[in-house]
């Protein structure tokens, strides 16, 4: 089923409520698997994510007074940036991957931000978007933490703290609709799906990574060079 990116509902600087909604919106209209086992919430950050410094310009500074926001997470190809490459850098980044259990179809990248083909299949997307082979400094390497879509349906929340400033006021709009509370009614865990440490990065992908993705709350941690490989082992 072909689908549009103005067919989903899309929040600005809420990337993984957005992502949230697509899931479900997938699972519903039967472009995936009714119980999303087809579909992997993937955040995409770092050990750093984001640092201030004492500076009185930029977007940032506008918001948070004498503060600016520096980010980490380097990704080409974002409708927000106004550079002729695409690339933005953000704290960090949600998309959805999808894994058809036929083992024919290619994984599909849904990601609401892209301004590459919606879905884009998933090495082009890696290729265009993530560019592994792109020399960066080392506060820049990107981590990938894989949630399988039913548990992280099930378990996210998220009451929109981090998109408040020190007064309590929100630095950016946020969704109209109720904040998405847990199934264990827990009102907040995000920080938990993107705090990332080199630590607890995979340094293979086998069997017991393939078989924990299914059953950890928090999914796998990988680094760049391991997303594709990753998924062209699930089955």
């Known amino acids: 089923m072909a689908m549009e990116v ?20 997938l699972c519903a209209n039967g472009t995936a698997d009714a119980d999303g086992s087809d579909l992997f919430v ?41 550079r ?7 704290d960090y980044h949600v998309v959805c991957i999808q894994r058809k259990k036929d083992g024919d179809s290619p994984c599909l990248v849904w990601d609401l931000d892209s301004s590459l083909p919606f879905p884009s299949p998933l090495t082009p997307y ?10 960066l400094f080392s506060e820049f390497q990107r981590y990938f933490r894989i949630v399988h ?11 929109r ?10 630095v950016a709009e946020p969704p109209t609709y109720e904040p998405l509370v847990a199934e264990d009614n827990n009102v907040h865990n995000l920080n938990e799906y993107i705090e990332m440490r080199a630590a607890d990065v995979a340094t293979n992908v086998g069997a017991d990574l393939i078989n924990a ?4 709350k928090l999914g796998v941690l990988i680094g760049e ?11």
Not at 126 to 135: A, D, G, N
Not at 225 to 235: R, V
Request: aromatic share 18%; glycine share 4%.
């Open 126 to 135: 890696v290729s265009e978007t993530i560019r592994p082979s792109f020399q």
């Open 161 to 170: 703290r981090h998109m408040k400033d020190s007064a309590g006021n929100w």
């Open 225 to 235: 060079n391991q997303l594709e490989e990753f998924f062209s082992q699930i089955s």
């Open 213 to 216: 993705v299914s059953t950890e």
């Open 42 to 82: 993937v955040f995409i950050s770092n050990e750093k994510k984001q640092a201030f410094q004492w500076q009185t310009f930029g977007k940032w500074s506008r918001l948070m007074g004498d503060f600016t926001m520096i980010q980490y997470i380097p990704l080409w190809h974002q409708k927000a940036s106004k």
């Open 6 to 25: 103005s067919e989903f509902l899309h929040t600005p600087f809420y990337c993984e409520e957005n992502v949230y909604l697509l899931c479900k919106k």
């Open 84 to 90: 002729a490459d695409g690339i933005t850098l953000w």
């Open 149 to 159: 879509a039913p548990i992280f349906l099930r378990y996210f929340a998220s009451d």
